[in-house]
T-cell receptor
Framework: QQKVQQSPESLIVPEGGMASLNCTSSDRNVDYFWWYRQHSGKSPKMLM?????GEKEEGRFTVHLNKASLHTSLHIRDSQPSDSALYLCAASIGGSALGRLHFGAGTQLIVIP | GGIITQTPKFLIGQEGQKLTLKCQQNFNHDTMYWYRQDSGKGLRLIYYSITENDLQKGDLSEGYDASREKKSSFSLTVTSAQKNEMAVFLC?????????FGPGTRLTVL
């Protein structure tokens, strides 16, 4: 069964708008969450990671984590057409220090100029 | 910095054929991975290896074999290609938790 669920499956926002993407784990043993971005025809690249409760901001991107609800969210403010991509959430589960990540199915973000 | 190379970039096979994909990394990372990605979808782990000659099954290992010949290289074999199969196979490496991905091999089975 999928250990990481993402919503929505796809999201369309106007240029300059706010995009909000969600990710939840079904496994209480989750340690860390990661967000990867994959532009069309390219390979995934790590965007942000979050390990402890709270919020982390990097430029236009903000990640929230609520460990009690096993939920993380990625918010992109002032969205740009170049932000259009598949956003993948990943989690490390069960103290897997060996680096095994569980990926969600992704959210396809489209930013309309 | 470093780089991951995957060969071939495109692979066309026939139903039932055994096909091999190769991956090389010069990060000197310990752990390497093979993922399958169907069009516009997430990544499914096929095999991973935490060191030379080690192999760990992922969630999608049936129908595949893998080999970690040395620290820098990791091969994946599709044991019997399925008709009309189309997917991108991504290789990745890591030391710790952050994974770095190669450009992918795009497989089409006729």
């Amino acid at each position: 069964q999928q250990k990481v669920q993402q919503s929505p499956e796809s999201l369309i926002v106007p240029e300059g708008g706010m995009a909000s993407l969600n990710c939840t784990s079904s496994d209480r043993n989750v340690d860390y969450f990661w967000w990867y971005r994959q532009h069309s025809g390219k390979s995934p690249k790590m965007l942000m990671s979050i390990f402890s409760n709270g919020e982390k901001e990097e430029g236009r991107f903000t990640v929230h984590l609520n460990k009690a609800s096993l939920h993380t969210s990625l918010h992109i403010r002032d969205s740009q057409p170049s932000d259009s991509a598949l956003y993948l959430c990943a989690a490390s589960i069960g103290g897997s220090a060996l680096g095994r990540l569980h990926f969600g199915a992704g959210t396809q973000l489209i930013v309309i100029p | 910095g470093g780089i991951i190379t995957q060969t071939p970039k495109f692979l066309i096979g026939q139903e039932g054929q055994k096909l091999t994909l190769k991956c090389q990394q010069n990060f000197n990372h310990d752990t390497m991975y093979w993922y399958r990605q169907d069009s516009g979808k997430g990544l499914r782990l096929i095999y991973y290896s935490i060191t030379e000659n080690d192999l760990q099954k992922g969630d999608l290992s049936e129908g595949y074999d893998a080999s970690r010949e040395k620290k820098s290289s990791f091969s994946l074999t599709v044991t019997s290609a399925q008709k009309n199969e189309m997917a991108v196979f991504l290789c990745a490496s890591s030391r710790g938790l952050e994974q770095y991905f190669g450009p992918g091999t795009r497989l089409t089975v006729l």
